[in-house]
Structures are given as structure tokens and as C-alpha cells.
């Protein structure tokens, strides 16, 4: 059972504490990998799977370990130190089952603030050449609370705090920045980005405070911030730092 989850099968054997910080160190592991940024790392990824390899495969040594002398204890009338007293099993179970809980609802809600990274499957051609429809790509979701966000950034978001659709653009105007498209032509502060966009005319405005305008790599089959205006800060979840798996491109 510990190729389940760490803990598990110790928990049938009455390892209590085991059962408890086995699953504890995995996942604090794969958070400080998060944090610390080793998992941005061109080989990240095997960084990760060493770890999560190295905590299960000790579960699973120490289960085999701990079973087999628990047979023997009980095959000599021998009561050891680990079997619970008769009654208690029941403490044990409702303290497991509580943190094992606990645990697993906080892990839902905000494991992307825990671990420090979040993985998203890119759904649409919105931003290539970048990035193809079918990419793994790995969103660093601690960034934007030790930076600011910048012009070229490209960054996973959500149009409104309710809304449970992630998106990913590039941001192409920061606060305080005017933007415009005049005859086909995007122009940030009054110069000329980008030409033969559409819709070929926005009307000026200037970007507030703490607010960005974004746009998919692949201007005009992007739906974006010309649409549906610019995103507060509040609402960036991440910035994209690199692709977890690119997919293939099918054979013409």
C-alpha cells in the first residue's frame, strides 16, 4: 500500500508516526524543490522524480522491513514497543484520518502556493510559434509575489477572481502605459508595436494602477485584452518559466 502513498502501508502495521511524517516529507520535499527553483531548472523534472523515487522506494524498504519483524515478534508471543494497547487503535485511526484529511484539503485549495509551481496544458494556437496547442508548460507561482510584473512576461492568469478558466498572454503594456490601435496599428505610449492588427481600431487608453494589457503571441487568433480589457495584478497567478513537454508536431 505504500506505492499508494507513502505511510500507507504502515499505518496497517501500526507505525503511526511513520505513517504520518512519511506523506509530511514527501510533499515539504516537492515544496522546497518548488521554492527554491531547482524544479525551473532545465532538468528539473528528474530532480522532482529522484525525490518523490528516493521517499517511496524508502516507504516501501522500511514497510517490508517493519512487517517482517512484526511477524516474527508475533510468531515468538513477543509484544513489542509498536503494537498499540488494546482500545487505543481506535485514537489512531480518528488522528490519522483527521491530519490525513486536513492535509489533503489544504493541498487542493492552494497547492500551487504550497509547492510553488503549478503545470497547465496549453488548449488553444493563441500564443505560437511560443507555445503549441498540447504544451506542458510549468507556471512559477511564487514570481509575482517577490517581483513586480514586467512588458514581455508571459503569464498565467484567471479575467476575474470567480473565474475558474486559466489563461495564459504575454504582457505587452504595464501601468501607467497608454495603448491605442490606429488603421491596424498597436501603439504602446504613442510608437508603433506591432502592425496589421485587429481589430483594426481601440480607442486610447491609458493602463491603471496595478493593471496589465495582455495578448497571445499569435496576434489576430488571440482573444485577449482587446476584448475584454486589461487584468489586475491580483489576478496573475504565475509566470510561465518553461515547457514540461512539447508536443509533437504530427507528420504532413
Known sequence: MSLVL????????????QSISLPGILFLGIALIGWSGLFFWKNGSWILLAWVGAVYVYAFV????????????LQKDIITDSLPVRGSAWWHTLIYVCISLTIALLLIIQKSMFFGFQIYRIPSASMLPTLKVGDLIVADTRWFSLKQPVSSDIVVFKRSQKDKIFYIKRIIVTSEQTVEINDGLLKIN???????????????????????FLIGDNFNHSFDSRHWGEIPRKNIVGKYRRKLFAEAKPDS
Open 62 to 73: 522500511d514497510l517490508v522491513r517493519k512487517a517482517r519483524s512484526k511477524r516474527l515478534n
Open 6 to 17: 507513502p505511510g500507507i502501508g504502515h499505518f496497517s502495521i501500526n507505525q503511526f508516526r
Open 190 to 212: 504613442g510608437q508603433i508595436f506591432k502592425e496589421n492588427i485587429r481589430p483594426k481600431s481601440l480607442k486610447k487608453r491609458k493602463i491603471a494602477t496595478d493593471h496589465y
